[in-house]
């Protein structure tokens, strides 16, 4: 399946976002798109509740400003090894209400302001089934390096 989602370029998911309008999930996980596909998505897919967008190397704050400006109903966004998306790009997705942020803290150096998104929660991806007990502030440690903000 990863073989396959190299395949998916930009002008396809161009494509895609401008002829199904009324999406509301989208998983990109591994492809090679850029920020041009990211900004179509933006740009007509307002329906969109849930997008997934973790190992697509190519992606950076350009991106998240897309999706702040133009999917405000998203509710989920996955991110994972986005290694060029920075506290910058996060502060534009602080207008969508009630978004919910799954990242995995070390694989997205460059990411420290969410505490400074109150309508942005933060979960880890490989949290246990059952939530341990709270570890200092009220907040629950789901893995070694993430914590619920």
Known sequence: MIKE???ITDIG???????????????????NITDEAIQEIG?????????????????????????????IN???????CCSHFTDNGFQALARITDATLNFLANYC???????RLPNIKVHAYFAPVT?????GNGRQRYCKCCVIL
Do not use: F, M, W, Y
């Open 5 to 7: 989602a190299k395949k």
């Open 74 to 80: 998203l509710r989920t966004l996955e991110v994972a």
């Open 131 to 135: 939530p341990p007990p709270s570890v």
């Open 43 to 71: 740009e007509h897919c307002h329906q969109l509740l849930s997008l997934c967008i973790s190992s697509c190397p190519r992606l950076t704050d350009a991106s998240l400003v897309s999706l702040g400006q133009g999917c």
């Open 13 to 31: 998911i161009g494509h895609l976002a401008q002829n199904c309008k009324a999406l509301t999930k989208i998983d990109l996980h591994t492809t």
């Open 109 to 115: 150096p460059k990411i420290s302001a969410l505490t």
